[in-house]
């Protein structure tokens, strides 16, 4: 599956580009994320507890940064695997000034989803992945908004 | 298919119901989406309280605030209440459109507006009507939401995790109504489903289903535009660019409908 | 829809539209499937199943699993790799087969292979604990799509064959050279047949049950060909087939997809032979859609070569057959049967056709309802009306104007098929006149000019049935029969094939109650049971009755002839003759009824000369050839140009299947048959993504027809009896699917053809139907 987007950050450049390669960030922002330990050179094992109504399920897995190009663009990889199926991501995100203090991101990239969520969640899994992105991101300005 | 193991209490009346939820029980009603997601181990409630038993919750009545539909009034009972079919046909019309005979009755407006799928057919209704949803919880008691500030995103909405639906309030109409719907022909769910009420000047408003991740609430039935913009819902049986066209042939079809009954 | 008599005591019951013996128990839900076995001390099994289509397992981890209270063991492919392997019946030149263990033993090949076993005393134990296993997978690029699996460095479905080429194979006759020579046009096209699910209400189901004190297996399961299942589970456990008896209680639907032995069938079996006690295993819906074959997934390229006037010289096949992982039964036999019937009804005798059979990361493929004709029929039957459009010819002359004709039976076709018999021109020209044709076409060109789009589609086809002359199959095409008179004169049929819906519990009554003169209800016809019923072959190839049948038929001569003996002895005459339940001396009018014959044969005080005492006799029949049933579908389809959506206005199908024993089942075979070719000419698709994760995996996005959808099909007959059998019969159970689907595409196109459009692949979506729309109203 597909995904696309665009999201303003009211932050600088360099402070969006900091925060979204900061675990420490990464962690509150990412639906459900319970944990992320350092495993390498920013790739980090990863916990997850999903709750989506009465859709839950445990995920672990791993975070990666790949392709760094501070302050413009890197590639965000997150795997998880869980009983009720598996998810692997993939965007490259992109970074452009928008003014003072505020910065378009723009993301594109793939969801493979895969077992029980992928063979019976189908009409749920477009609008749930959209649903996480957007919780990203609101998170995001949230956490971000004493960074400046 | 199995769920995994989970303890089990039938609700003796709804305070007993808030008490069980407020200690981390989760809310069975009908069944058709919770029991479902449990055997296919999607959902795994450690304890689940059953409403189904809770004596007059059913209950379809008007006074002057509009017409009071009770949690477990099911779709059927909804469909067929005659109270609804001449005071809010919209509603009634709205169940009978609801997946086959056996789901209609067993499921319940309460299960239904609670899990608030993206696809379900009566969160388009109930923005449409401006609907008001009675919440309750043991901590804070009764509280009223809109429908539109209800329904927040898929699955999820304004009632906190220890409150449970209690009523929801439709006024009583003025407007004639029409509820539209394409099917998706393996669930039944809606691709797009619209909610008209319109006047007999042409204006009035609409809710859609299945086109986003909640309902969307167009106030102005004359502008479609709002259609075009939103994100729409993709998957296997529908692209954004078809779901969204339908979306528009729909609502233009329940508007005219809904027009020629006003 | 039909009105039914009530059944007449006696009398001729062969023709009748009777209501079927077997309908109140299942309507009732009084029948006994295999989840209605219980058994003393039965266990339960739960399997786990890959999540991934392609895969090495690094490891299994079923501790906590043997841990959990309840739970008896866990077998893993280490312990069954000296079972099986799951057979393959099918023999091609170059055949390439791989293993198939019952469990995957270090490599996963498809979503939902079966990786490991819990057993347990509950159904609830078992599925916890499946829960709890830990297998470790080394995920690996998977191939999903046939075509993409064909083309250079694609990932290996089975590493040691990196083409995931399982075969290929050529079939050619006549000069097809010459006939593209001669061409004045040729057509050609790209056609799909798509992966199909076969959805029976009844999910498969095994129970096991190992008495070590006898060393001997009983099998209940939901399958179509007990006999065969026997042998082949036997062979694959080193059991005697003496020692090993297969049950096969009511069965929920078939559909083809229960004509095979699964790796279930062997591990329920070793499971209850390793622990003594009675296994039961039901499977899931969700195991259903990626544990049991699928059906269909072919993509053909096609060339019609023809004269300007409209004759069709020749055709040319090339034919990608999705196989899926591995060889179930009959997997790689199923596009071959396509190749046989490619030319359809027509004359032309130039025919080539290349198979590439093609391994994939999926489920797979085999049998499904009509197996391998609907997916040629649907082909000619498109390709015959694009020549049509591109020649300006009605549809149905073009039709009328290649048919074989009757005085050319029997007609040896292109691809060595004897056709037994046929007038192909009646059901064309019935199914024109019910529908009115001339009148459609007329409202045709006045919706047109209203701005709407109206379609009309005709297919004909010839199926091939009654499986089959025993050189021309896999193991064996007769079918056997026996018939007993118990001492009371009441009569029990045993059949080799296992009818499991189709109606023969009724229709072999009829047959052998006007036989021997007797009342519907004087019969019970009984199958299933190998330890009761004489070895058979099964039901499938709607070979029920047309093979069946016939071996019933004669079966029963036997018997007649055998209670004439009793007669002449009981009446001290031999001018006798059987009638009516009774025999007759033809002298003195004295009568012996059955009951009495029956009961003189058992208390055998006076046995005739040379006779054994007893009333039974056993017949098998090797039928001497295919019978091709054949017939014509008219539907009219209207379409909603806003939405695309498909309305069907009239579904007129006029089938010929030979003699009609009962009416009322054929129209119910009819129904039924199109109601699985309309869900896949618009509603059923099977979807795998890029990874071969199965999306379409549950009935709520894998789409069958349901009762609202389905239209009113007007049902309506000839009837040219087959010189094959002494019944006449054709068989019936597939013509509905078959004829079905290249109607609907056909009337779909022609609706859409004033926007340009030439072909469409099924499902027809309204969304694809839109996106149609939105192009032509673009150019
Ligand atoms: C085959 C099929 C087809 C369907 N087709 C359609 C369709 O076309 N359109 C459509 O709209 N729906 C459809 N449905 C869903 C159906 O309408 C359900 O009945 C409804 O979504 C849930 O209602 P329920 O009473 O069954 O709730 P349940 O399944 O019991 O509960 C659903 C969720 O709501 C929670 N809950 C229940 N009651 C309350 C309450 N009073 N307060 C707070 N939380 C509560 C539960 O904890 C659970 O999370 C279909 C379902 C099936 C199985």
């Avoid at chain 1, 999201?7 to 580009?17: F, H, I, K, N």
């Avoid at chain 2, 407020?22 to 009908?30: D, E, I, R, T």
């Avoid at chain 3, 053909?300 to 069709?312: F, N, P, R």
Wanted: glycine share 10%; proline share 6%; hydrophobic share 40%.
């Amino acid at each position: 599956m597909k995904i696309a987007g665009t999201q303003t950050l009211p932050l600088s450049r360099e402070c969006a580009y900091r925060a979204m390669q900061n675990p420490d960030v990464l962690v509150q922002c990412m639906p459900g994320c319970e944990s992320l330990e350092a495993t390498g050179a920013q790739e980090y094992a990863m916990k997850m507890k999903m709750a989506l109504a009465a859709i839950s399920g445990q995920f672990q897995g791993k975070v990666k940064i790949a392709d760094a190009a501070p302050p413009e663009r890197f590639k965000l990889i997150v795997e998880g695997t869980g009983k009720i199926g598996f998810m692997k991501g993939e965007g490259a995100l992109e970074l452009t000034e928008a003014g003072e203090a505020s910065t378009q991101v723009t993301y594109e990239g793939d969801v493979q989803v895969g077992g029980t969520i992928a063979a019976v969640g189908q009409r749920l899994i477009d609008t749930t992945a959209k649903m996480m992105i957007r919780k990203f991101f609101d998170k995001l300005v949230e956490v971000t908004a004493g960074m400046r | 298919m199995i769920p995994h193991s989970f303890d089990y209490a039938a609700a003796t009346s709804f305070a007993d119901a808030l008490e069980q939820v407020a200690a981390g029980a989760k809310p069975l009603s009908g069944g058709m989406s919770l029991i479902p997601m449990m055997k296919l181990r999607l959902a795994a409630p450690e304890r689940v309280v059953d409403l189904g038993r809770i004596q007059g919750l059913n209950y379809i009545h008007q006074d002057q605030a509009g017409i009071h539909v009770g949690a477990l009034a099911t779709h059927f009972e909804v469909e067929t209440s005659a109270l609804l079919r001449a005071g809010c046909p919209l509603l009634s019309e709205t169940a009978g459109w609801i997946g086959d005979v056996q789901i209609r009755n067993r499921g319940t407006i309460g299960g239904s507006v609670a899990h608030a799928d993206p696809s379900a057919d009566y969160p388009a209704a109930l923005v449409a009507l401006d609907a008001r949803i009675v919440v309750a919880s043991k901590r804070g008691g009764e509280r009223t939401v809109g429908a539109n500030d209800f329904f927040v995103d898929a699955l999820t909405t304004a009632a906190e995790p220890d409150e449970l639906v209690k009523e929801i309030i439709v006024p009583v109409e003025t407007m004639g109504t029409s509820y539209q719907k394409l099917l998706q022909p393996a669930s039944g769910f809606a691709i797009v489903g619209v909610a008209a009420r319109i006047g007999q000047d042409g204006h009035g408003r609409l809710g859609v289903t299945g086109l986003g991740a909640r309902p969307i609430l167009i106030t102005d039935a004359t502008d479609l535009a709002a259609l075009n913009t939103t994100e729409a819902n993709s998957d296997i049986h529908a692209a954004s660019a078809y779901r969204r066209e339908m979306a528009k042939v729909y609502a233009r079809r329940a508007i005219a409908a809904a027009r020629a009954r006003a | 829809m039909a009105t039914t008599a009530a059944p007449p005591a006696t009398g001729k019951l062969v023709g009748k539209r009777l209501r079927r013996k077997e309908d109140p128990r299942l309507i009732t839900g009084t029948a006994t499937y295999v989840d209605d076995i219980k058994l003393p001390g039965m266990h339960h099994a739960c399997i786990v199943r890959s999540p991934y289509a392609a895969a090495r397992i690094k490891s299994i981890d079923a501790k906590a699993a043997l841990e959990t209270p309840g739970v008896v063991a866990v077998y893993t492919g280490a312990d069954t790799k000296e079972v099986g392997p799951v057979p393959c019946g099918a023999s091609l030149p170059g055949l390439r087969v791989p293993h198939h263990y019952i469990l995957a033993t270090d490599r996963v090949y498809f979503v939902g292979h079966p990786v490991a076993v819990v057993v347990a005393g509950d159904k609830y134990v078992a599925r916890d604990a499946a829960d709890s296993i830990e297998v470790d997978y080394d995920v690996l690029p998977a191939a999903a799509d046939p075509e993409k699996a064909l083309t250079p460095g694609a990932p290996a479905v089975h590493p040691e064959w990196p083409d995931n080429t399982a075969f290929t194979y050529h079939q050619e006759g006549g000069d097809i050279a010459q006939a593209f020579a001669e061409a004045d046009v040729i057509v050609k096209q790209r056609i799909t047949s798509q992966r199909l699910i076969p959805t029976p209400m009844e999910t498969r189901g095994v129970v096991a049950d190992w008495k070590p004190g006898d060393k001997a297996l009983t099998l209940y399961s939901s399958t179509q060909i007990p006999h065969l299942l026997r042998s082949l589970v036997a062979g694959m456990l080193g059991l005697a087939e003496n020692k090993t008896r297969v049950v096969t209680p009511e069965v929920g639907g078939g559909f083809g997809c229960k004509l095979n032995v699964y790796a279930e069938e062997a591990l329920m079996s070793f499971v209850s032979m390793k622990l003594g006690k009675p296994v039961k295993w039901i499977e899931s819906r969700r195991e259903n859609y990626v544990a049991t074959i699928h059906g269909r997934g072919h993509v053909d390229y096609l060339e019609i070569a023809a004269k300007k006037d409209g004759t069709i010289l020749g055709l040319k096949l090339k034919l990608i057959q999705d196989l899926g992982a591995y060889h179930q039964l009959l997997t790689p036999v199923i596009p071959t049967l396509s190749v046989l019937m490619m030319p359809g009804l027509y004359r032309f005798r130039n025919v080539t056709a290349d198979i590439v059979g093609v391994f994939t990361n999926c489920v797979p493929t085999d049998a499904y309802r009509g197996a391998g004709r609907p997916e040629a029929t649907h082909a000619i039957e498109r390709m015959v009306d694009m020549l049509a459009a591109e020649l300006k010819l009605d549809p149905a002359d073009i039709r009328l104007k290649n048919f074989i004709q009757p005085e050319e039976f029997p007609f040896a076709t292109a691809t060595g098929l004897t056709y037994d018999s046929g007038q192909y021109d009646l059901p064309l020209r019935k199914a024109l006149e019910i529908g009115g044709y001339a009148a459609l076409r007329a409202e045709q060109q006045t919706a047109r000019v209203a701005g709407k789009l109206m379609g009309i589609g005709i297919a004909t086809y010839g199926e091939i049935c009654a499986f089959g002359p025993s050189p021309a199959t896999p193991a064996g095409g007769w079918e056997s029969a026996t018939v007993k008179v118990d001492p009371d004169g009441k009569v029990t049929v045993l059949t080799g094939s296992c009818h499991h819906g189709q109606g023969e519990e009724t229709t072999f009554a009829q047959i052998a109650a006007d036989e021997l003169g007797i009342g519907l209800d004087d019969v019970v016809v009984f199958r299933g049971d190998t330890a009761i019923v004489q070895y058979g072959i099964g039901t499938f190839g709607s070979r029920g009755t047309a093979v069946g049948g016939p071996a019933l038929y004669y079966a029963l001569q036997n018997l007649k002839k055998k209670l004439k003996r009793y007669g002449e002895s009981a009446l001290g005459s031999d001018d006798v003759r059987y009638e009516a339940g009774q025999c007759i001396c033809n002298k003195t009018g004295k009568t012996a009824s059955l009951a009495q014959l029956a009961g003189a044969s058992y208390r055998a005080l006076k046995l005739p000369p040379d006779e054994e005492p007893g009333m039974q006799t056993t017949f098998f029949w090797e039928p001497p050839n295919f019978t091709f049933p054949f017939g014509a579908h008219l539907v009219v389809t209207e379409i909603d140009r806003d939405t695309g959506r498909i309305e069907i206005k009239r579904y007129v199908a006029v089938d010929d299947c030979g003699k009609i024993i009962n009416p009322l089942i054929v129209d119910g075979q009819v129904h039924g048959g199109v109601a699985q070719g309309l869900g896949q000419a618009l509603y059923e698709q099977v979807v795998y993504d890029d990874n071969g994760q199965l999306l379409s995996g549950e009935l709520t996005d894998y789409a069958i027809p349901k009762a609202t959808m389905m239209p009113w099909v007007e049902s309506h007959h000839t009837e040219t009896p087959s010189p094959v059998n002494p019944l006449g019969v054709k068989g019936v159970g597939e013509a509905g699917t078959i004829g079905c689907s290249p109607a609907v595409v056909n009337s779909v196109v022609d609706a859409l053809s004033s926007l340009g459009v030439r072909h469409l692949d099924m499902p027809l979506t309204p969304e694809k139907i839109w996106n149609v729309i939105q192009q032509g109203a673009r150019a």
